[in-house]
């Protein structure tokens, strides 16, 4: 793959305490890297996810807070959890498992949020572009959606 993978970044809000790291996603995030801020993973609905996809991205990363962390107690769990069913579902419809990555930060970290994007870049290189689901199916002329 020549040309850099598009990534989504799903990013909870409260998962990065570094402003530093704060700042750098929020002012200088590479232009291949798309930022969506969720006040929890678990506001995360996998349609979001999909959308993403639809939209071409290669490769989609959700960071949240370490599961004892979350500001909603079970929120970065239950969505780890949904979005993994999800995961499966997208693997089937042709969408690899390796192109949806869950990444939970420890607040003491520092740069991890640079370093969990280089690393998943670089993978996604490797894979090469996501083939164009299809998710939607054209109805002909005169025929119903089943
Ligand atoms: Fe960060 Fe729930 S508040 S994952």
Redesign the pocket.
């Known amino acids: 793959m020549a040309e850099k993978p598009g990534i989504a970044l799903f990013q909870?809000?409260?998962?990065l305490f570094s402003p530093a790291d704060q700042d750098w996603v929020d002012n200088h995030l590479p232009s291949n890297i798309y930022l969506t801020k969720t006040?929890?993973?678990?506001r995360i609905n996998p349609l979001y996810v999909l959308n993403a996809i639809q939209g071409g991205a290669d490769g989609v990363m959700i960071s949240?807070?370490l599961p004892e962390?979350?500001?909603?107690v079970t929120?970065?769990i239950t969505?780890r959890r949904q979005l993994e069913e999800f995961n499966d579902f997208l693997n089937h419809i042709g969408y690899e498992k390796q192109r949806v990555r869950f990444v939970w930060l420890d607040l003491q970290d520092r740069c991890m949020i640079q370093k969990e994007l280089a690393a998943f870049e670089k993978e996604l290189k490797c894979l090469g572009k996501a083939a164009n689901l299809v998710t939607r199916m054209k109805v002909a002329e005169g025929e119903q959606n089943a």
Do not use: I, L, M, V
């Open positions: 909870c809000q409260w998962c006040p929890c993973t678990g949240g807070c962390q979350c500001h909603f929120g970065n969505a």
